[in-house]
Structure formats: structure tokens, C-alpha cells
């Protein structure tokens, strides 16, 4: 991967000092500015290429779209549903978590507010601080033997059940993605959430907050679930229907709540805080010294692993990156750029591009067909205009732009390090371009349909001239050259001598106007690569 570069850091949420050590240690400077307000955070996020934050910065599109340098947002935690991961790929920032940093953490909460729940712990605690002494009020249930549902099966999930079965509990538990086998393997017998409802004497929910996770326990399905079933939310407020909840409260369906996060933190939702059958906590999941050091810890070296090209870990919106480790793979990104470059100023500059067809060739080729692609689009969006591509949101912006973007692979006997081809068309022409890399460096094959003699280096200034193929041109156009001031370095003729061809120099410097060579080309292009 092409190291990322990142010089200033904004940590907005108290994070383990381990993380400022670590990132400082590394030469990065970090600045720690808690409780910033909206307007605050847009105003001071311009001035870093990185953000660290917990649960309580709201990472939104406004914040985002001010973010001029940002390259990274930093989740030292698990959920990224406080950051608009959209708003992020589409502006090219990598969006980084630790999952699993603070599992043991959120697991060990879950199962204090189960067993809390089964013997009123907080309540009694409550009432002996008020100086009573009340034996009977405070009656539990023991939880052995009972039926404890969990929806979401994923890290945390299976913490919570292995942990809940030494109570001698039946675990229950449903996920889309997670294999029935492999919970099994843990003691989880997965059903649909049609079956599971009715069979629960307590639900924990354990799945990330998104459309599919809001409200699923709602008046329905607490109309499903067994009379006084206790439920706990250790995950994101919403997956439970705080108005539903209250609801089934109050008749009675519900049995009790454990609830650690809430729909707006801190909760304006008082009547279900203030319920005599709620437990609640102020999102305290992650918060134990170990979850904070191993998260803080975790989201420095990732960023410090980024910054030095040697590892991607826990992105979780540029998968693509991850296969961009090797020299070799940085090499063929150049190529990828420098071809898109070679055609942006060749064809697009002139007309709008509406297609692109990625084409690699080769075994060497055979696995890099993701970010070929992606490298080709910087190099044709980028070169000469204001879009800040990158390989993150490349894709995006190619359609946005209106771009159709297909690749394919060829099984083809070609040189060691493959072939790319790219064919671009807009407004009825088409341009082609056909690079590789040799000796490590990205080379131009061929042009249109002109093959070059000797491959093109694509470094530095180069000039593609078509015009009809005559001894005198190079001569002619050396003329015109020196008098601008311009050397050339290097000359690369087609194979092909026949009609309009396209010639390549590198040159020492680029024309501040094409227009000199015009009454001996047909048509000319420069850029610096
Ligand atoms: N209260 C706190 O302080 C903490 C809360 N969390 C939250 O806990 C939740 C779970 O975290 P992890 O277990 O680490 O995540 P995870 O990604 O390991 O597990 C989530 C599971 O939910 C499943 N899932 C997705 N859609 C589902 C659906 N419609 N129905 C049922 N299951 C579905 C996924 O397949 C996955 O197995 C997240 O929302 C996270 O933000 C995590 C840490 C601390
Ligand atoms: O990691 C998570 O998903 C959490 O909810 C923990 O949030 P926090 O870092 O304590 O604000």
C-alpha cells in the first residue's frame, strides 16, 4: 500500500493516553480537543489528516465535507454508526475501528445487567441506601434453567452466551450471517427470530445499529415474546423501540430492561429511565481500563502500521487497499495512474469521458484486477482537474461522473509482469493506451493502434504527437522545440509506419502552448507524470 500520509491527529473523546503516546512516539502530532460542539468540530477539523474518536463525536457529512486534509477517522470502539461512513468513502478518508478491543468489556456488562435483572440488584441496592430493609419486594428468579435469546451472534454475542450458560441458562439466538454449525459450536441453537420470541425468558440484542436492526423488538414482537421476558440492549440504542419498550413496560409484557445505550445519549427518554423495572447505565460497555487501553492501543498502532505502508487493519471502507502491500503491487498502481494520466490528456481532456474498459492480461495480472481498475480512474479523473480521487472513492466519483466502468481479465500468453489496457470512449471517439511494467518501472506499450518500438517510460514530461509518418518530423519538431527552450530527452516511434501514427518524446519541460506544432501534427497532447 502506498504509505498515507498523516502529520496531525485531533483526539475529540477522552481516549486512553496509550493512543497519544503511541501516535506521538511516531512522530505525529496530536492535539486533544473533548466536547466539541457541531460548528466547533467543523471549524477545527480542517487543520488535521486524522480524527480519533469514541461513541459521542457525531462524524457527520458536514463535519466530513469540512474535513480538507482528513485521510483517516479513527474509531477507538467498535460501532461506526456515529460516523457517516457514505459521506467518508465518497470523500476518500479511510474509516478504521477495533473490533474486538472492547468485547470481553461489553459481554461482562450484558451479563451483570442479566443477572441484575433476576434479582433486582440496583433496585434493593437503591432502597437499603434510602435505609430499608424490604425482604419480599425484591423476590427474583434464579436464571438456571431459564431461556436466554441473543439476536446477533457475532464477538460480543457469543461472549454473552458462553458466559450466561455456566448460570445454567439455554441460549437461543438467531444471525443472518453467522453458520447455524458454528454457533452450535458454542452451545447457541439458532432459529428463526419467529420461533425464538415465544420461547425467551430473556432477549440481549448483540447486532450493529442499521435498517435492518431498528426496532427489531417492536409492539409486535413484544406481543410475541412471553409474558414478562426481560430484555437488555448492550448494543445501540434503537434496536429496541424505546417507545415499544415503555409500552410493553407498563402492561407488563415486558418484565424489566437493562439498557445501556439509548437513542439519544445522554437519554431525554426520562419516563423510561425512570421506570421502577429499568436498569440503566450511561453507555458503559467499554468502559473498563482494560476495553480503553486495548482500543486506544489498538486504533495508534493501526494508524501508525497505515502510515508506514505495512499493514491495513480494521478499515472497514477500503478493502481494496488491503491487496496494495507489495512493491509489486505498488508498481502496477503507478502503471494503472500513469496510463489513466496518458489518456485523460490524450482523450478525455477534449471530449467527456462516458465509458472505460479495464483489460489486464497475464497470471502476473490475475489478482490485481480490483485496484488495476480503481488506479486507472485516479489517473483518469485526477490528471488536470479538481477531483481529488483515490483508490477509497474512485469508483464513486466515476459514477457520479457519469462514467460506465467495466474490466475484465485475459488469460493471454503476455510478457512476466502482465498487460494493462485501457480503452476510454466519449461523444463518439475512442482512445486507447496499453502499459506494463519493466524493471519496476510502468511502461507505455502502445497507443490507439500504434505499437512503440521501444516502451515508453511513463516518468516526467511527456509529449504524444500524432501525424503522418515522414523522416522530416522529428527534425521539424526538434526545431520548434529549441526555440521554446524545450530538449528532448528521448524519441519512441511506432512500429507501424503507415498513415497517422502516434509518436512519444520525454521531454525536458512541457510547451506553454501545443499550438507551435500544428502545422506538422494532427493532433498533440503533454503532461508531467
Ligand atoms: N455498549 C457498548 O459500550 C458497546 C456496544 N457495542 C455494540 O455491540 C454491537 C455488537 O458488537 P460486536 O459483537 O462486536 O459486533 P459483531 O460484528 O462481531 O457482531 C454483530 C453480529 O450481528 C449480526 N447481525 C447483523 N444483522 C443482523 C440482524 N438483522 N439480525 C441478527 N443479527 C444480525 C452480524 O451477522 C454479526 O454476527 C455493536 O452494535 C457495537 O457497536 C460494542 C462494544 C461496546
Ligand atoms: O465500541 C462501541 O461500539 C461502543 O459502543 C463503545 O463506545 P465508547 O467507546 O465507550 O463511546
Known amino acids: 500500500m502506498a504509505p498515507i500520509c498523516i502529520k496531525t491527529v485531533l483526539i475529540s473523546e477522552s481516549v486512553d493516553p496509550r493512543c497519544r503516546a503511541i501516535l506521538e512516539e511516531h512522530g505525529i502530532c496530536v492535539t486533544e480537543k473533548h466536547n466539541l460542539k457541531k460548528e466547533e468540530l467543523i471549524a477545527e477539523i480542517k487543520d488535521y489528516d486524522g480524527l480519533v474518536v469514541r461513541s459521542a463525536t457525531k462524524v457527520t457529512a458536514d463535519v466530513i465535507n469540512a474535513a480538507d486534509n482528513l485521510k483517516l477517522i479513527g474509531r477507538a470502539g467498535t460501532g461506526v454508526d456515529n460516523v457517516d461512513v457514505d459521506a467518508a468513502t465518497k470523500k476518500g478518508i479511510i474509516v478504521m475501528n477495533t473490533p474486538g478491543g472492547n468485547t470481553i468489556s461489553a459481554a461482562e456488562l450484558t451479563c451483570a445487567l442479566l443477572m441484575s435483572l433476576s434479582r433486582n440488584v440496583p433496585q434493593a441496592a437503591m432502597s437499603m441506601k434510602q435505609g430499608n430493609w424490604d425482604r419480599k419486594k425484591f423476590m427474583g428468579a434464579e436464571l438456571y434453567g431459564k431461556v436466554l435469546g441473543i439476536v446477533g451472534l457475532g464477538r460480543i454475542g457469543k461472549e454473552v452466551a458462553t458466559r450466561m450458560q455456566a448460570f445454567g441458562m439455554r441460549t437461543v439466538g438467531y444471525d443472518p450471517i453467522t453458520p447455524p454449525e458454528v454457533s452450535a459450536s458454542w452451545g447457541v441453537e439458532q432459529m428463526s427470530l419467529e420461533q425464538l420470541w415465544p420461547q425467551c425468558d430473556y432477549i440481549t440484542v448483540h447486532t450493529p445499529l442499521m435498517p435492518a436492526t431498528v426496532g427489531l423488538l417492536n409492539d409486535e414482537t413484544f406481543a410475541k415474546c412471553k409474558k414478562g421476558v426481560k430484555v437488555v440492549n448492550c448494543a445501540r440504542g434503537g434496536i429496541i423501540d424505546e417507545e415499544a419498550l415503555l409500552r410493553a413496560l407498563e402492561s407488563g409484557q415486558c418484565g424489566g430492561a437493562?439498557?445501556?445505550?439509548?437513542?439519544?445519549?445522554?437519554?431525554?427518554?426520562?419516563?423510561?429511565?425512570?421506570?421502577?423495572?429499568?436498569?440503566?447505565?450511561?453507555?458503559?460497555?467499554?468502559?473498563?481500563?482494560?476495553?480503553?487501553?486495548?482500543?486506544?492501543?489498538?486504533?495508534?498502532?493501526?494508524?501508525?502500521?497505515?502510515?508506514?505502508?505495512?499493514?491495513?487493519?480494521?478499515?472497514?471502507?477500503?478493502?481494496?487497499?488491503?491487496?496494495?502491500?507489495?512493491?509489486?503491487?505498488?508498481?502496477?498502481?503507478?502503471?494503472?495512474?500513469?496510463?489513466?494520466?496518458?489518456?485523460?490528456?490524450?482523450?478525455?481532456?477534449?471530449?467527456?469521458?462516458?465509458?472505460?474498459?479495464?483489460?489486464?492480461?497475464?497470471?502476473?495480472?490475475?489478482?490485481?484486477?480490483?485496484?488495476?481498475?480503481?488506479?486507472?480512474?485516479?489517473?483518469?479523473?485526477?490528471?488536470?482537474?479538481?477531483?481529488?480521487?483515490?483508490?477509497?472513492?474512485?469508483?464513486?466519483?466515476?459514477?457520479?461522473?457519469?462514467?460506465?466502468?467495466?474490466?475484465?481479465?485475459?488469460?493471454?500468453?503476455?510478457?512476466?509482469?502482465?498487460?494493462?489496457?485501457?480503452?476510454?470512449?466519449?461523444?463518439?471517439?475512442?482512445?486507447?493506451?496499453?502499459g506494463s511494467v519493466q524493471g519496476g518501472v510502468p511502461v507505455l506499450l502502445g497507443l490507439n493502434d500504434c505499437v512503440f518500438r521501444q516502451p515508453v517510460s511513463l516518468t516526467g514530461n511527456l509529449m504524444f504527437l500524432q501525424a503522418s509518418a515522414s523522416p522530416q518530423l522529428l527534425s521539424s519538431v526538434a526545431g520548434v522545440l529549441a526555440s521554446e527552450g524545450v530538449q528532448i530527452d528521448s524519441f519512441s516511434a511506432p512500429v507501424d509506419h503507415n498513415g497517422d501514427v502516434w509518436y512519444c518524446l520525454g521531454v525536458s519541460s512541457l510547451l506553454p502552448d501545443l499550438g507551435v506544432l500544428k502545422s506538422f501534427v494532427k493532433d498533440a497532447a503533454q503532461l508531467t507524470i
Not at 262 to 283: M, T
Not at 311 to 334: D, M, P, R
Not at 341 to 361: D, E, M, N, W, Y
Not at 414 to 427: I, L, P, S, Y
Open 258 to 434: 437493562g439498557l445501556d445505550v439509548f437513542i439519544e445519549e445522554p437519554p431525554k427518554n426520562r419516563p423510561l429511565v425512570d421506570h421502577p423495572n429499568v436498569i440503566s447505565c450511561p453507555h458503559l460497555g467499554a468502559s473498563t481500563k482494560e476495553a480503553q487501553a486495548r482500543c486506544g492501543e489498538d486504533i495508534a498502532l493501526q494508524i501508525v502500521d497505515m502510515v508506514n505502508g505495512k499493514n491495513l487493519v480494521g478499515a472497514v471502507n477500503a478493502q481494496i487497499l488491503a491487496g496494495t502491500f507489495s512493491q509489486e503491487s505498488q508498481q502496477l498502481i503507478k502503471l494503472g495512474e500513469a496510463v489513466g494520466a496518458v489518456l485523460q490528456s490524450c482523450a478525455t481532456s477534449r471530449k467527456p469521458l462516458s465509458h472505460a474498459h479495464i483489460i489486464t492480461q497475464g497470471d502476473y495480472m490475475k489478482t490485481c484486477g480490483g485496484y488495476m481498475t480503481s488506479a486507472v480512474l485516479v489517473g483518469l479523473l485526477n490528471h488536470g482537474s479538481g477531483c481529488r480521487a483515490n483508490l477509497i472513492n474512485v469508483l464513486s466519483l466515476a459514477k457520479d461522473n457519469g462514467i460506465v466502468v467495466n474490466e475484465s481479465h485475459w488469460v493471454t500468453e503476455v510478457a512476466a509482469a502482465g498487460m494493462c489496457k485501457v480503452e476510454v470512449k466519449g461523444d463518439g471517439c475512442s482512445f486507447k493506451a496499453t
